[in-house]
C-alpha cells in the first residue's frame, strides 16, 4: 500500500491525520456546505446580508415547499425523470447488442465500427449541435422529453458500446463455444449466456448514465425550451434569472437538482465507481 | 439455420449491431459532415442557403472574438491538467484504512456527481463582490472585493477554478482505484530498497499508476475542450466576451438574439472540431496498438 499506512507511523503522526481528515474534508466541500446553510435561511436573513453566519431561523420546510408551491420546478424535476429514464433504457439496450457483436465475432470492420463509437463519443458537442436540433424540428420532437431522450439515446450509446465491448471480451469465451458446440442459435447464446453475466456492466452503466444525463445542461438548451420540456438544469438556470438576489431559493432548488444524481450514487456505489474508473486498471 | 445462403454467424453480428449504428450515424456521425458542409453556407436556420465557399473562415480570421475564444480555450487546457495532480494528491491523502474512509473518499468525489449548473451557480455565488464568502475573507484580512467574475482580467480563471472542483474529484476517484491495484510486493522491495516518499512515488508507483493517468488525461483534456456548461451559466461569455470559450462562442453565433447564423457558428465548431481530433486520433492510435498486442 502507497503510502505508507498511517498506522505504522508515529502516534503524533496518526493524530494529525485524523483531525486533518475531517477539516480537509470541510474545507473540500465548503461551497456545498454554505448552499445547504443558505437553502435553510429566512428571507430576512438574505437581505440583512447573513450569508454565512448561522441562520437566525431555521426555515428549511417553508423554503423547500416554497419553490415547490410558486415555481415549476416540480414539472422540472419530472421532465428530467422524463428524459434520463428512457435514455438509460435505450442506450443500454442498444449497447449490449452493439457490444455483444462488437466483442464475439470477428468480421472484417469490426474494428472499423468499434473506433466510429469511440471517435463519435469525443467530439465538441458543438459539431453536430446545428445539424441535430434540425433533425429533430424535422422529425417534430423539437422541444419534447422525447426529442431530448431520442438524442441522448444516439449519442451515449457510443460511450456504452466502448464499455459493453470490452466487459465481454474479459468474459471466458469458452462459454459461447461450448453453447454454439450444442447447437444454440446466436440469440439464443446472447440472451441466455451472455446477458445473464451483463448484469454488473448493466448496473455500472445505467448509473452513470442516468447521472450524465439528469446533469446535461448543453443539450437541454438546445432541444428544449419552456416548462413543459425543459429538464431540472436549464429550468433551474432560467429560474436563477427569476430570483434575483434570492438566495435562499436557488440554494433550495440547487439542491433538489442534486439530490437524485446524488442518492443514485450513494445507492449504486460500488457500480457507479466501476463504470466511471473503467480502464483505470490493467 | 441459413439465411439468403448466408450462415448465421455471418448475419448475427450485423442484426445486433443494426440499430446501434443506425441510431449512431443519423445522430452523430452524419450531423459531422453535415456541420463541416453548413460552415460553407450563410444560413439563418430557416431560409435558403447561400453557398459562400470559405467566407466564413475569412471572417472567422479576422474575428477578434474567435481569438479570445480560443486562447481561453488553450488556457482552459493548460490549467484544467492541474485536476490531475490535484487529484493524486487527495487520493494519496485518502488512500488510508482509517475508521469511515470510505464515506471520505464518497464525500471527496461529491462535486463531481452534482450538475454543472450547480456547480457554476454555488461558485457565482462565492466569488459575489458584496456578499461572497471569498471576498469577505479578503475583507476580513485588509484586502479589497475583486469582483472575480466582473473583471476581464481575472474572469476566465475564476471559472476554471469552479471547473477544476468536479474535475479533480474525478481524477481522484481514477487514482483511488489505480492505487488500489498497486502490486504491495513491489513497493515492499522498493522499502527494501530504502525507496522513500517522492522517490517511490515517482520510480514504483507512478509508473503502475499509468493507465489511471491516461484516463485521467483523455478525460481532463476532453473536458476542457467540451467547456460549455460554466461558462454559460457563471458569465455568459462576459463581461464584453472576455471568458468565452469556442464552444460558448459557437452556440451564441448560431442562436444570438441577432438573428442565428448557423453557416459562421459551424465554421467555429469546425475548428473546435480539428482541435479535438488530434486528441482523439491518438486515443484511437493508442487502443489500436493495445488491440492489436491483444
Known amino acids: 500500500m502507497f503510502p505508507a499506512p498511517i498506522e505504522r507511523r508515529a502516534l ?12 480537509a474534508l470541510l474545507l473540500w466541500l465548503l461551497p456545498l456546505i454554505a448552499v445547504f446553510l443558505t437553502s435553510i435561511r429566512s428571507a430576512g436573513d438574505i437581505t440583512a446580508g447573513n450569508y454565512w453566519g448561522w441562520p437566525t431561523s431555521i426555515n428549511l420546510i417553508a423554503n423547500y415547499t416554497s419553490i415547490f408551491e410558486n415555481t415549476p420546478l416540480g414539472k422540472y424535476l ?16 442498444m449497447s449490449c447488442m452493439t457490444g455483444f457483436a462488437l466483442a464475439v465475432y470477428q468480421f472484417r470492420s469490426n474494428l472499423l465500427i468499434f473506433f466510429m463509437f469511440i471517435a463519435g463519443n469525443f467530439v465538441p458537442f458543438q459539431i453536430l449541435m446545428v445539424p441535430v436540433r434540425d433533425l429533430t424540428l424535422q422529425l417534430g420532437v423539437y422541444n419534447t422529453a422525447t426529442g431530448l431522450a431520442m438524442f441522448h439515446i444516439a449519442f451515449q450509446t457510443g460511450f456504452c458500446t466502448l464499455f459493453m465491448r470490452n466487459f465481454i471480451r474479459a468474459l471466458p469465451r469458452e462459454l459461447i463455444e461450448a453453447a454454439r ?42 432541444l428544449t425550451q419552456g416548462v413543459d420540456s425543459q429538464p431540472i438544469t ?49 | 439455420m441459413r439465411l439468403f445462403g448466408l450462415s448465421q454467424r455471418t448475419l448475427a453480428p450485423w442484426l445486433f449491431l443494426a440499430p ?4 449512431f450515424l443519423i445522430y452523430v456521425i452524419i450531423p459531422i459532415f453535415q456541420s463541416i458542409s453548413i460552415s460553407f453556407y450563410a444560413w439563418d436556420g430557416l431560409g435558403e ?11 472567422l480570421a479576422d474575428d477578434d472574438a474567435f481569438y479570445t475564444s480560443l486562447k481561453n480555450n488553450v488556457i482552459w487546457l493548460v490549467l484544467y491538467l492541474l485536476a490531475i495532480p490535484a487529484g493524486l494528491f487527495i487520493a494519496l491523502f485518502l488512500n488510508q484504512n482509517v475508521w469511515g474512509i470510505r464515506l471520505y473518499k464518497s464525500l471527496f468525489f461529491f462535486p463531481f456527481v452534482i450538475s454543472q449548473v450547480v456547480v457554476g451557480l454555488v461558485f457565482s455565488w462565492f466569488y459575489d463582490p458584496s456578499n461572497g464568502l471569498m471576498n469577505l475573507l479578503l475583507n476580513g484580512l485588509g484586502f479589497d472585493s475583486i469582483p472575480v467574475l466582473a473583471d476581464e482580467r481575472y474572469v476566465t480563471y475564476g471559472i476554471i477554478v469552479a471547473g477544476l472542483w468536479p474535475q479533480t474529484a474525478y ?28 522517490k517511490m512515488l515517482w520510480y514504483v508507483v507512478l509508473p503502475q499508476l499509468k493507465p489511471a493517468t491516461f484516463i485521467s488525461v483523455v478525460v481532463t483534456v476532453i473536458g476542457a475542450l467540451r467547456s460549455f456548461d460554466l ?27 441577432y438573428g442565428f447564423r448557423m453557416g459562421y457558428g459551424a465554421a467555429i465548431a469546425v475548428v473546435l472540431f480539428l482541435i479535438m481530433i488530434v486528441y482523439i486520433s491518438y486515443f484511437l492510435y493508442k487502443m489500436y496498438r493495445d488491440e492489436k498486442g491483444y
Not at chain 1, 200 to 220: H, K, M, Q
Open chain 2, 231 to 257: 461558462v454559460s451559466i457563471m458569465t455568459k461569455g462576459g463581461p464584453w466576451g472576455s471568458s468565452r470559450v469556442l464552444g460558448y462562442y459557437m452556440y451564441e453565433k448560431a442562436f444570438s438574439e
Open chain 2, 49 to 59: 442557403k447561400t453557398y459562400i465557399g470559405l467566407q466564413n473562415y475569412v471572417e
Open chain 1, 12 to 23: 503524533p503522526l496518526q493524530w494529525i491525520y485524523k483531525v486533518a481528515l475531517p477539516i
Open chain 1, 181 to 222: 458446440v450444442e447447437g444454440v442459435s446466436e440469440i439464443r447464446i446472447f440472451w441466455f449466456v451472455v446477458l445473464p453475466l451483463m448484469k454488473p456492466a448493466i448496473a455500472a452503466l445505467s448509473v452513470l448514465i442516468f447521472t450524465f444525463i439528469w446533469n446535461d445542461y448543453f443539450w437541454a438548451t438546445v
Open chain 2, 171 to 198: 481524477c481522484m476517484i481514477l487514482y483511488l482505484t489505480g492505487l488500489n491495484a498497486v502490486n504491495p510486493e513491489q513497493i515492499e522491495a522498493g522499502r527494501l530498497d530504502n525507496a522513500k516518499g517522492w
Open chain 1, 234 to 282: 436549464a429550468g433551474l438556470y432560467s429560474l436563477n434569472g427569476q430570483w434575483i438576489a434570492a438566495w435562499h431559493l436557488v440554494s433550495a432548488g440547487s439542491i433538489v437538482a442534486a439530490i437524485p444524481p446524488v442518492a443514485m450514487f450513494f445507492l449504486m456505489q460500488k457500480h457507479f465507481i466501476a463504470g466511471l474508473t473503467l480502464g483505470a486498471v490493467k
Open chain 1, 78 to 93: 419530472f421532465n428530467s425523470f422524463r428524459v434520463a429514464i428512457p435514455t438509460v433504457i435505450g442506450a443500454v439496450a
Open chain 2, 20 to 23: 446501434g449504428v443506425f441510431i
